[in-house]
């Protein structure tokens, strides 16, 4: 990013998982706010024209000015929510980020016996309904650090009261969240290789912002159940 032209900038669209300000130089996070930013929902199968995202799946979100264009390119058979405020899409990419993160622990573990995203709500809810619970209070302060982050943004989108109500909501919404993005891909399997790949990007994200360390005893055990060594990470 730091080689684009200044100009260009508000035709940069990032439609990916993960936390946008990441992606900018921290010398030019304050032009986050002029990128067109896009929370996808649905799944890509090797060699498939289409997208998969059946009944139930949750919007894929979208802000920025360019919100219109990419509404129309994916042209998905669930609706595209076209949001006012950048807080509002990266809410979104947090609770994407929960999903990313929670789903491929199960599939990539065989005590779980769940080799697709349905089985593990199908036969792990519990299990995934304590996992939810030890991390929600990290997304809720990923949010809350977005949400301080903007406002350093000159974003006028929304008044300071106004982004404290956005919120990721109680762990039961979280779970319905969850089972409606895994029930309408069914069949998927996240990738581990990917997976590990991109921890960095994802579970540590969560354990970055624990409080108080060590809080998050199941999080840390299934992720060296598949070999995340956490402590090898700066956290």
């Given at each position: 990013?730091?080689?684009?032209?200044?100009?260009?900038?508000?035709?940069?669209?990032?439609?990916?998982?993960?936390?946008?300000?990441?992606?900018?130089?921290?010398?030019?996070?304050?032009?986050?706010?002029?990128v067109?930013?896009?929370?996808?929902?649905?799944?890509?199968?090797?060699?498939?024209?289409?997208a998969?995202?059946?009944?139930?799946?949750?919007?894929?979100?979208?802000?920025?000015?360019?919100?219109?264009?990419?509404q129309?390119?994916?042209?998905?058979?669930?609706?595209?929510?076209?949001?006012?405020?950048?807080?509002?899409?990266?809410?979104?990419?947090?609770?994407?980020?929960?999903?990313?993160?929670?789903?491929?622990?199960?599939?990539?573990?065989s005590?779980?016996?769940?080799?697709?995203?349905?089985d593990?709500?199908?036969?792990?809810?519990?299990q995934?309904?304590?996992?939810?619970?030890?991390?929600?209070?990290?997304?809720?302060?990923?949010?809350?650090?977005?949400?301080?982050?903007?406002?350093?943004?000159?974003?006028?989108?929304?008044?300071?009261?106004?982004?404290?109500?956005?919120?990721l909501?109680?762990?039961?919404n979280?779970?319905?969240?969850?089972?409606?993005?895994?029930?309408?891909?069914?069949?998927?399997t996240?990738?581990?290789?990917?997976?590990?790949?991109?921890?960095?990007?994802?579970?540590?994200?969560?354990?970055?912002?624990?409080?108080?360390?060590?809080?998050?005893?199941?999080?840390?055990?299934?992720?060296?159940?598949?070999?995340?060594?956490?402590?090898?990470?700066?956290?």
């Amino acid at each position: 990013l730091e080689h684009l032209p200044v100009g260009r900038i508000p035709d940069l669209c990032l439609i990916c998982n993960g936390i946008f300000t990441d992606f900018f130089p921290e010398n030019m996070r304050h032009y986050r706010q002029e990128v067109t930013c896009c929370v996808p929902h649905f799944g890509v199968s090797l060699g498939a024209a289409e997208a998969i995202c059946g009944q139930g799946c949750p919007p894929t979100v979208v802000q920025g000015r360019h919100s219109g264009v990419i509404q129309n390119i994916l042209d998905l058979p669930v609706p595209v929510q076209v949001v006012d405020s950048s807080m509002e899409v990266d809410v979104a990419a947090v609770k994407k980020l929960l999903w990313a993160s929670i789903l491929w622990l199960f599939t990539s573990d065989s005590k779980y016996g769940c080799p697709t995203v349905k089985d593990v709500h199908d036969k792990q809810s519990e299990q995934v309904f304590a996992l939810v619970e030890e991390l929600l209070p990290a997304a809720e302060m990923l949010v809350q650090l977005l949400q301080n982050h903007c406002t350093g943004c000159n974003d006028d989108d929304q008044t300071n009261g106004e982004r404290q109500q956005i919120l990721l909501g109680s762990v039961e919404n979280v779970m319905k969240y969850l089972e409606a993005y895994s029930y309408s891909i069914p069949d998927a399997t996240p990738s581990m290789k990917l997976a590990l790949e991109e921890v960095s990007e994802r579970n540590m994200k969560f354990l970055q912002v624990e409080n108080p360390p060590g809080v998050q005893v199941l999080h840390r055990q299934m992720l060296e159940r598949v070999g995340v060594h956490v402590n090898a990470f700066n956290l």
